[in-house]
């Protein structure tokens, strides 16, 4: 387990994460300092526990509207997929149909290539 000294609103804080995050780790704990020190410029010194609240809340808010942002996002790339699907079925039906289309008219073609070479074959 990796350790990690962290500096919020001024105070170090050694932390224990998993090895290969100590980076994530420090930038978590730079954007809670950046948040505490917006509010502190915000609203001045009103105490750090309740602005490290304050950015706590903050930062969860943000979070919970980036959850609500990927729920809404995950829907519309639900119903892409299934426009797609709908696009893919629509396409092979209308392939389909090229093809009866071009079968039928090369019966026709040979239907009247047939009648003809009948033709020729009663002149002579």
Known sequence: MAQVKVTISGKTY?????????????????????????????????????????????????????????????????GLGAAHADIVERHAAVETGIAEAIDALAERVEAIASRVAGTDANRS
């Open 14 to 78: 050694r932390m224990a994460c998993d090895d290969g995050q100590e980076d994530h780790l420090a930038g978590l704990a730079e954007r809670l300092n950046r948040s505490i020190e917006q509010l502190r410029e915000r609203f001045g010194e009103i105490g750090d526990q309740r602005l490290t609240v304050m950015a706590a809340i903050t930062l969860a808010d943000q979070h919970a509207e980036a959850e609500r942002r990927l729920v809404e996002v995950e829907g519309e790339a639900a």
